[in-house]
């Protein structure tokens, strides 16, 4: 093993990257004028708590700050990099769920059975969860679990897209989106979603598509608030 590699995989290394990331989004969020739509999105969604929570991979940085006061957890990857974000969430007062999802056998490898249940138990006592609609490698293509997991927990989907002006975007599986401080950022969020619990396959792929397509329309929207002209905007 490299030294390279094993100062990142130190726990001083990653703890100190986690907390200067959640500092410099802190300062991001702080820095952009945002509009938002519809302006009172989080008031709609407040009496639906807890709810599910869905972004895409690579869009998700700013969305603690959207939280105000209620409790939330993330559902976050087992990989190192995942260690880091993990540091980072709970910085911010978020906690950590670990696993992540996979469209097949890698699921139950990479900690899904796991991840699911607990979280429907963080539903079940009242805390609103967040996760990605896609899945690693998979980019802008809603896996089953969001679907699966609003239907088990009886709780409501809801769908956020952050975007800001001034952003690096990576050339990578999902498209990263590095957000810039100082600048105009839009923030759509959708729903509520409902899935039955007694859904059927077909109806399931049926509310997958529907999250899907949701989703890719508010970050259309999101870039579209975030690029546009000055004026007209409404601090969140």
């Known amino acids: 093993m490299t030294l390279l590699k094993r100062l990142a995989g130190s726990r001083p290394f990653q703890k100190a990257v986690g907390v200067m990331a959640a500092e410099y989004l802190r300062l991001v969020w702080k820095t952009t004028r945002f509009t938002m739509e519809p302006e009172d999105f989080v008031e709609r969604a407040t009496p639906d708590v807890p709810v599910i929570v ?32 993990a540091i980072a969430a709970k910085h911010l007062g978020i ?6 999802g996979d469209h097949g056998v890698e699921f139950a490898r990479k900690g899904g059975v796991g991840a699911f249940r607990r979280m429907l138990a963080t ?46 975007t990576l050339d990578n599986w999902d498209r990263t989106e590095i957000n810039l401080p100082f600048g105009r950022g839009g923030i759509v969020g959708r729903g509520p979603f409902r899935v039955a619990a007694d859904a059927d396959d077909d109806a399931l792929e049926a509310a997958r598509r529907t999250i899907e397509n949701e989703l890719a329309d508010a970050t259309a929207r999101a870039h579209e608030l975030a690029d546009r002209p000055r004026g007209g905007d409404a601090r969140v």
């Open 95 to 100: 906690g950590a769920i670990r696993g992540s």
């Open 123 to 168: 539903l079940a006592e009242g805390c609103s969860v967040t996760l990605t609609a896609d899945v690693p490698k998979v980019s802008r293509v809603t896996g089953p679990g969001i679907v699966r997991l609003a239907g088990v927990s009886g709780r409501p989907i809801y769908l956020v897209a952050i975007a800001t002006r001034n952003r690096i």
């Open 54 to 85: 869905g972004v895409w991979h690579g869009h998700h940085y700013l969305l603690p700050f959207m939280r105000g006061e209620l409790a939330f957890k993330v559902l976050i990857s087992r990989h190192r990099d995942g260690e880091i974000n």
